[in-house]
Nanobody, 129 residues
Framework: QVQLVESGGGLVQAGGSLRLSCAAS????????MAWFRQAPGKEREFVAA????????YYTDSVKGRFTISRDNAKNTVFLQMNSLKPEDTAVYYC??????????????????????WGQGTQVTVSS
């Protein structure tokens, strides 16, 4: 059974940094795309970042480009989201997600939540102004 466990959320002042981690278990990590989504109160869940199964390609929503970095450590079965220059509008519950089709190339579908089958429980990020 695939499990995703996020950690690293918390309260930070605007301009600060946080590093989220997502530990995966239950299958061979290296074969699968990993992504981060977020959901703010009263809003729909939105794509934040994704990294291909090979780690060779990364994808970001425009609002986080240049501030957030997604990476993966296949030896530790973990994906990270380094978040710098945080803004109050980054406040949300952040979810880790992964697909179930190994070695896939999704093109524009990296940005769609329907691409991802397994989801973590989420970690709260709160940025104060």
């Amino acid at each position: 059974q695939v499990q995703l466990v996020e950690s690293g959320g918390g309260l930070v002042q605007a301009g600060g940094s946080l590093r989220l981690s997502c530990a995966a278990s239950g299958r061979t990590f290296i074969r699968y795309t990993m992504a981060w989504f977020r959901q703010a109160p009263g809003k729909e869940r939105e794509f934040v970042a994704a990294i291909s199964w090979s780690g060779g390609s990364t994808y970001y929503t425009d609002s986080v480009k240049g501030r957030f970095t997604i990476s993966r450590d296949n030896a530790k079965n973990t994906v990270f989201l380094q978040m710098n220059s945080l803004k109050p509008e980054d406040t949300a519950v952040y979810y880790c997600a992964t697909d179930r089709v190994g070695h896939a190339d999704y093109g524009d579908s990296y940005y769609s939540d329907t691409t991802y089958y397994y989801w973590g429980q989420g970690t709260q990020v709160t940025v104060s102004s």
